[in-house]
């Protein structure tokens, strides 16, 4: 079983239509054979999009309580907040690559990792191709 680190602009496309692609179909298509790694801040970033959004009506409570099940069905591990690495080594790659704390996040633990960075975000995976960091790429 592979693993790689997932941001949460791929898991987001999960919940909106009009925002799948080949790509992130892929990324979940590949969670059935693979476990995902994201840092703490992914499930904030992901809970406050899908509440927002059904606020904003673009999308039902069903529809964010059924995303929210997937989810939690998913084979993703979420790492435990380690302060001391937000306060160097995330901070560092923020300030290093011109992200915001939240995307530096996702890159450290790719980086720390080893691992491939599946990631919609221009921005980020430009970071990422800069620090060496592998790109998931669609299958």
Request: glycine share 6%.
């Amino acid at each position: 079983m592979s693993t790689f680190a997932l941001d949460a602009s791929v898991t987001l496309a999960w919940l909106f239509e009009d925002e799948s692609t080949a790509f992130t179909v892929s990324v979940l298509d590949r969670l059935a054979t693979s476990t995902a790694v994201v840092p703490a801040i992914w499930a904030f970033e992901v809970a406050n999009v899908a509440i927002l959004s059904e606020r904003r009506r673009r999308i039902s409570a069903a529809q964010r309580t059924g995303f929210l099940e997937l989810l939690g069905c998913l084979p993703i591990a979420i790492e435990p907040v380690a302060t001391d690495r937000v306060w160097s080594a995330v901070i560092d790659l923020a300030q290093a690559q011109g992200l915001t704390a939240y995307d530096a996040a996702y890159l450290e633990v790719a980086a720390r990792t080893g691992l491939a960075l599946a990631t919609s975000d221009g921005d980020l995976a430009a970071a990422a191709t800069r620090v060496g960091v592998t790109l998931l790429r669609g299958q």
